[in-house]
């Protein structure tokens, strides 16, 4: 018996008939594998960053991380790891409206399965709106992914080509990330160290301040403060709006 099968075979039906099915079983999944896989090829090509499996399965763990840390229900946090997982599969069309396109054939694709109807709309509206261009942080695990799609910005994402896109120069120029989750004082904090003899702070700002705002606009839904910290230096956040702005004390920096 193949792995999906025995996966299959082993979900757990509760009471009324509902489906149980986990981030292992859409993992195991050949369908899911395949988009994932025709997902990053099609951004490859067009030149984009890394969207495979180390990007969604980074998104997947942060996303249940911002709410495990914030004290929500195993099944939530199960539901936001799944929406990590499938997030970025509408770019195996297009890369423009990938969040309403992802989300629509993960509804089909999820019905199949037999998941409950109420536990795909979770996530299928957390995939539709988790681009800043259209999309608005408007539930809990939406606001989760928001913030562990934005965070994912590392040079292991451009890999060893040439970088002469800005998204591949600002991408490169970040030697180590981590998203930080404290829920003493409510806070979630992005924390970078910018390498700026590749490119300036400045330019990760060009690319990357719409996704800022957005997080903040997530932070503040679950509840908490969205902080960015580069280089020790808090730009957005609890201090950022100092008349000057200083390093905030004992900030390190590690890859997670």
Do not use: W
């Not at 800022?212 to 950022?240: K, P």
């Amino acid at each position: 018996m193949g792995r999906y099968a025995e996966a299959q075979r082993k979900l757990k039906v509760t009471g009324g008939g509902r489906n149980m099915i986990s981030l292992k079983d859409i993992q195991a999944n050949p369908t899911f594998q395949t988009l994932i896989r025709r997902t990053n090829e099609y951004l490859s090509i067009l030149g984009y960053t890394e969207h495979g499996l180390r990007h969604v399965t980074y998104v997947s763990t942060m996303t249940a991380y911002v709410l495990e840390t914030l004290g929500y229900d195993q099944r939530t946090i199960e539901l936001g790891s799944i929406a990590g997982y499938l997030h970025d599969i509408g770019n195996m069309h297009n890369r423009k409206y990938h969040g309403p396109t992802g989300a629509n054939i993960v509804y089909v694709e999820l019905r199949r399965l037999g998941m409950p109807l109420e536990e795909i709309c979770e996530i299928t509206t957390s995939i539709a709106n988790h681009e800043e261009e259209i999309g608005v942080p408007v539930s809990p695990i939406c606001a989760a992914l928001v913030i562990a799609d934005k965070s994912d910005a590392h040079r292991t994402r451009v890999g060893r080509k040439s970088c002469r896109d800005i998204h591949d120069r600002v991408n490169h120029a970040i030697t180590d990330s981590s998203l930080v989750v404290n829920s003493d004082n409510c806070t979630i904090t992005l924390k970078l160290a910018f390498d700026t003899t590749e490119c300036q702070i400045m330019d990760y700002f060009t690319i990357y301040l719409t996704r800022m705002e957005m997080c903040q606009q997530a932070a503040a839904l679950l509840g908490c403060t969205f902080r960015l910290v580069i280089n020790g230096l808090e730009l957005i956040g609890e201090r950022a709006g100092a008349a000057e702005l200083r390093p905030a004390a004992g900030e390190g920096v590690t890859r997670q």
